[in-house]
């Protein structure tokens, strides 16, 4: 295994920075500023610098998603064995398709194998930094209405 593949051993975070360890880009980010849809890729493709200066200025992960190995009890939405972003995704957010999504993570990721399709009908609209995040978003990211607890 190189150091751009991720660990298998563990699930992925379909919601990584890029920074993170063994962090791979597994969907493009387009739509409107007010809805953003992610795309994903066929399949992952590891972090490189020559990726990450395709998007500059813009951070990286307003443009791409990321998944990484799961941070587990190092992430602060996760307690209990339990991803909680997970969960608020398919308890706030609607789901934006009917059909699952085409996923090069999906048998791996986390938020499959926690929450199943109801995640996988959700994860499109989810873009890691999103600076134009509506109320039901800024919910689901945050379990309230913005990062400073508004």
Sequence with gaps: MTSSEPDRSVSLCPSAQPD??????????????????????????PITGDLLALVDPVTPAEVLRFAAPCLCDGCIHYDDDTCHLAQRVVDVLPPVTERLPKCAIRRDCRWWQQEGREACARCPQIVTDNYNADDAMQRAAYGHSGPSGT
């Design 20 to 45: 993170w360890p063994q962090a791979i880009a597994i969907g493009t980010v387009g739509g409107t500023a007010d809805a953003p849809m992610v795309t994903h890729l066929g399949t992952t493709l």
